[in-house]
């Protein structure tokens, strides 16, 4: 069941600006969304189907549904959170085919999601000892050349071998909060999930990618 | 670990909420600090631990950079063709 919009939305005025655009026929506006939202609607649809050339199915007849829904849109949502709900349901009819007729909530439920400590615990100091829980190996300071070396292309694909290594559930909701910029309430009503288990996700995320960076840092010695 | 003797059918007791002054408390904070979930008196305490702890800042530090970094990321999921025939559909679309 797809939760309910929230009653008290507003679109802002680029959203506004964005359905007049596409209204209009404004080819560039079409163009701009569908780069824009393309990979992560096959992070979403992915959720749902086994492979990539069924996301891909799934993604196309989401942009066919979106084109003949564009005259009756009523602004309820975001135009993207609406785009993700005709995706959901695109997927879940294409998952029911493949025996995967779950709701997305349930898909994005951190309890079914592999959890863990944002750490490895043994990195502090155990329990019974004085200052127990405090780091025994605290991580260190990245150099400012370091962090100039994050921005670098090798690590940036680096980031993005770490993201498809993340359950999909956390992939899909970093991607979105930290490649693609959204806030979190709009996370929360593309993905129909509440704020808690939007941040569980988005923290799971983090902190296997911040892990996963120092110790590539780690490896690559000093800068 | 190994000891539990709680029976399956009994659901677990949630675990303790993470302990803002200590080390591996705050790394579970860390992002809830960063929405702006915490409450008041937890937030207050989460602030005054980093203040007395560089491992705990540099950590704070690291997640930001992390976060910057993935800002970063250009990811390009579109095949090659897809665009062109989506324009094409949007064209015939608005024409009709």
């Known amino acids: 069941m797809p939760a309910p919009y929230d009653p008290a939305f507003q679109p802002t005025p680029d959203d506004v600006a964005l359905v007049a655009s596409l209204r209009r026929g404004d080819e560039q506006a079409f163009a701009a969304i569908v780069e824009q939202l393309n990979g992560p609607l096959l992070r979403l649809a992915r959720l749902y189907v086994a492979n990539g050339a069924a996301a891909e199915e799934v993604v196309q007849e989401t942009w066919l549904g979106v084109l003949r829904g564009l005259d009756g849109f009523e602004a309820r949502a975001s135009f993207r959170t609406w785009v993700f709900r005709i995706a959901t349901n695109r997927a879940m009819t294409r998952g029911r085919r493949e025996r995967r007729d779950i709701p997305l909530s349930a898909l994005l439920d951190p309890a079914d999601d592999p959890g863990g400590p944002a750490v490895d615990p043994e990195r502090f100091l155990a329990p019974g000892q004085e200052w127990a829980g405090h780091w025994a190996v605290p991580p260190e300071r990245w150099a400012p050349d370091v962090e100039a070396h994050l921005l670098a292309k090798e690590t940036r694909a680096l980031i993005e071998t770490y993201l498809e290594e993340l359950a999909p559930a956390q992939r899909i909701v970093m991607t979105l909060r930290d490649v693609e910029g959204w806030d979190a309430d709009e996370v929360c009503a593309a993905l129909e999930i509440t704020p808690g288990n939007q941040r569980v996700l988005l923290h799971r995320a983090r902190s296997r990618v911040r892990a996963g960076l120092e110790r590539h840092l780690a490896a690559a010695g000093p800068a | ?96």
């Open chain 2, 1 to 96: 670990m190994g000891s539990d003797t709680t029976p399956m059918a009994t659901a677990p007791d949630p675990p303790a909420p993470p302990d803002p002054d200590s080390c591996d408390g705050v790394v579970e904070l860390v992002t809830e600090y960063l929405e702006g979930a915490l409450d008041v008196a937890v937030r207050a305490r989460f602030e005054a631990h980093l203040a007395a702890c560089d491992g705990c800042d540099i950590y704070l530090e690291q997640m930001r950079a992390t976060i910057a970094a993935a800002g970063r990321v250009g990811i390009d999921d579109l095949a090659p063709g897809t665009l062109d025939g989506l324009i094409a559909a949007y064209r015939a679309a608005r024409d009709a």
